[in-house]
């Protein structure tokens, strides 16, 4: 009988410990979709609010065109903002999905603290 409940007893274990594996394994495809993010620096040249897109001038003297996810968060200096408060020659700092082109995080500096 203590055989019996010893070997269950360590069924349970293994099981659990299995469970737990899984469980791990399910938090690193999240973690490793989110890291699928492509970041990009640069001067908003344009903004607009019907395609819902913005237009940023690089630091390599070309342009890069992101469409805006519908749950984007905008910040400028920390505090959240609509799309319509983005202002040309703002500071920009992007985080989109490179297969979408789509800007999940979009964080603005102000031209005045940027300097």
Do not use: C, W, Y
Not at 9 to 33: I, R, Y
Not at 63 to 71: F, G, R, S
Not at 81 to 96: H, T
Request: hydrophobic content about 35%; charged content about 25%; cysteine-free.
């Amino acid at each position: 009988m203590k055989k019996a409940l010893m070997i269950a007893a360590g069924l349970l274990l293994a099981g659990g410990a299995l469970a737990h594996d899984n469980k791990s394994a399910d938090a690193q495809k999240t973690t490793s979709a989110a890291k699928n993010l492509t970041e990009v620096t640069g001067n908003l040249q344009s903004s607009d609010r019907t395609a819902n897109s913005l237009t940023l001038s690089l630091p390599s003297g070309d342009t890069q065109v992101l469409k805006i996810a519908k749950d984007a968060e905008i910040t400028r200096d920390g505090s959240k903002i609509g799309l319509e408060q983005l202002k040309p020659g703002d500071s920009v700092r992007a985080s989109f999905d490179p297969k979408t082109n789509e800007a999940s995080k979009i964080d603005v500096t102000s031209k005045t603290k940027a300097k």
